[in-house]
């Protein structure tokens, strides 16, 4: 054998174990994406049930909603006539007050006056 000859099977020899050395991390990384992608299908296959619960609570939640806007509408409208009740009671106190509190006011006030001055005359005549 000639001196090309060993140099060549050296080169061989080396080349061998350099793709002998590259195989293991190789090996290592196809099982890493093997992994990976059984837990890609796995996250597929688990997320379907989630998103249709997902879907549904949505559903439930937009009806709740629904419900609730009927709610404050019905409340929009008690305040609305809660306001022309109030209105209301204020327009009749002051026509209660203008009518009859000032005359109803001196009438008191008189009868007042006369039991307090019977009072006084029935003391001094004793």
Not at 20 to 39: D, M, Q, Y
Not at 55 to 83: C, F, H, M, W, Y
Not at 95 to 114: D, E, H, Q, S
């Amino acid at each position: 054998m000639g001196a090309g000859e060993i140099a060549g099977l050296i080169a061989a020899v080396a080349f061998v174990v350099l793709v002998a050395i590259s195989a293991v991390p190789l090996l290592k990384l196809g099982r890493v994406l093997e992994e990976l992608r059984l837990a890609v299908r796995d996250m597929g296959h688990n997320s379907v049930p989630i998103l249709q619960e997902l879907r549904g609570t949505v559903q439930a939640t937009n009806e709740e909603i629904g419900k609730l806007a009927l709610v404050t509408e019905d409340v929009s409208k008690v305040s609305a006539n809660a306001v022309t009740v109030t209105d209301n009671a204020a327009k009749l106190t002051t026509a209660f007050r203008n009518t009859l509190g000032g005359p109803m006011i001196k009438v008191a006030a008189m009868t007042y006056g006369v039991r307090q001055a019977a009072k006084s005359g029935s003391k001094k005549v004793k």
